[in-house]
């Protein structure tokens, strides 16, 4: 299964709900699909999207949370997957595409690559509803089941290691920055 593909398989589920994206891949192909006011591209902070996903969680507790990470930056913060399972936000879907690589900075290869399970460390960590897909069908059906649950979620979603041609966004940070915080104002 391709991310891009996947991201498109979801983008109508998506307009209703806050998402936080990981940069590179994950926020290029998304913003290609087309940019809403509810995302947010998080941008120079590799392994943090899920700490903001749960700061948001817990501050909006009326409102879904879907972060969409990368297997590379949740190995860089482990830890977040402890914490995310401590507070337990019941309105968080944590999405990791697994494309076993860095793809966004060379494409070296990850400890998925080698055998690490994300979804089972996420278990490990006291992360209630864990899960790893490989189709398109599978991971539509996952986030619908996990935005259904109202419980803390991680879906693994093994993707190939392709990404976008280029990494251009129409959007600069700044302005996203100002658009998605007057979207979460109340």
């Given at each position: 299964?391709?991310r891009?593909?996947?991201?498109?398989a979801?983008?109508?589920r998506?307009q209703?709900?806050?998402?936080?994206t990981?940069?590179?891949?994950v926020?290029?192909?998304?913003?290609s699909?087309?940019?809403?006011p509810?995302?947010?591209?998080?941008?120079?902070?590799?392994?943090l999207?899920?700490?903001m996903?749960l700061?948001?969680?817990?501050s909006?507790?009326d409102?879904?949370?879907i972060?969409?990470?990368?297997d590379?930056s949740v190995?860089?913060?482990?830890?977040?997957?402890?914490?995310?399972a401590?507070?337990?936000?019941?309105n968080?879907?944590?999405?990791?595409?697994d494309?076993?690589s860095?793809?966004?900075?060379?494409?070296?290869?990850t400890?998925?690559?080698t055998?690490?399970?994300?979804?089972?460390?996420a278990?490990?960590?006291?992360?209630p509803?864990?899960t790893t897909?490989?189709?398109?069908?599978?991971f539509?059906?996952?986030?619908?089941?996990?935005?259904?649950?109202r419980?803390?979620?991680?879906?693994?979603?093994k993707?190939?290691?392709?990404?976008p041609?280029?990494?251009?966004?129409?959007l600069?940070?700044?302005?996203?920055?100002?658009?998605f915080?007057?979207?979460?104002?109340?």
């Amino acid at each position: 299964m391709k991310r891009l593909d996947a991201l498109n398989a979801v983008y109508s589920r998506l307009q209703d709900h806050i998402v936080i994206t990981i940069m590179g891949a994950v926020a290029a192909e998304l913003q290609s699909i087309g940019h809403r006011p509810n995302f947010f591209y998080l941008q120079h902070a590799m392994g943090l999207a899920s700490s903001m996903g749960l700061g948001i969680a817990l501050s909006r507790p009326d409102r879904d949370v879907i972060v969409l990470d990368g297997d590379g930056s949740v190995l860089m913060n482990l830890g977040g997957l402890t914490t995310l399972a401590r507070y337990r936000p019941r309105n968080l879907v944590h999405v990791v595409f697994d494309n076993e690589s860095l793809l966004s900075v060379g494409g070296f290869p990850t400890a998925t690559s080698t055998g690490s399970d994300l979804a089972g460390i996420a278990a490990a960590a006291g992360v209630p509803q864990t899960t790893t897909v490989r189709t398109i069908e599978a991971f539509t059906q996952a986030l619908d089941e996990a935005l259904a649950a109202r419980d803390l979620s991680l879906i693994v979603a093994k993707v190939e290691a392709v990404g976008p041609s280029a990494f251009v966004t129409d959007l600069t940070l700044l302005e996203n920055r100002f658009q998605f915080q007057r979207y979460l104002a109340p």
